[in-house]
Nanobody, 125 residues
Framework: QVQLVESGGGLVQAGGSLRLSCAAS???????IGWFRQAPGKEREFVAA????????VYADSVKGRFTISRDNAENTVYLQMNSLKPDDTAVYYC???????????????????WGQGTQVTVSS
């Protein structure tokens, strides 16, 4: 079992920054942690992911260069630093955990086994 708790969402003006946290407990060794987001009326979309052991990171094209995913082993926490935020980034952000996810499937939400409750990010123009 894995428990995931997101925090750090909020309201920010366009161009601003937020840092989301995903605190994980349970099975995390050799797992992949991903961030996804879902805006009203839209499908859940991949944002970024990091492999716990290998530190491999993957980003969606829409956030590359603006968002950075990282992890803190001591705190068992994954962070998503979001800079240069745009109104289009407004969504509920979820972190998710999966084991044995191959790189070619890392953007697929169905590959992840456990999900957090989500945290709202709102970017005003």
């Amino acid at each position: 079992q894995v428990q995931l708790v997101e925090s750090g969402g909020g309201l920010v003006q366009a161009g601003g920054s937020l840092r989301l946290s995903c605190a994980a407990s349970g099975r995390t060794h050799q797992s992949t942690i991903g961030w996804f987001r879902q805006a009203p009326g839209k499908e859940r979309e991949f944002v970024a992911a990091i492999r716990w052991a290998a530190r491999t990171t993957v980003y969606a094209d829409s956030v590359k260069g603006r968002f950075t995913i990282s992890r803190d082993n001591a705190e068992n926490t994954v962070y998503l630093q979001m800079n240069s935020l745009k109104p289009d980034d407004t969504a509920v952000y979820y972190c998710a955990e999966g084991s044995r996810i191959i790189l070619s499937n890392i953007r697929n939400h169905a590959a992840y086994d456990y999900w957090g409750q989500g945290t709202q990010v709102t970017v005003s123009s």
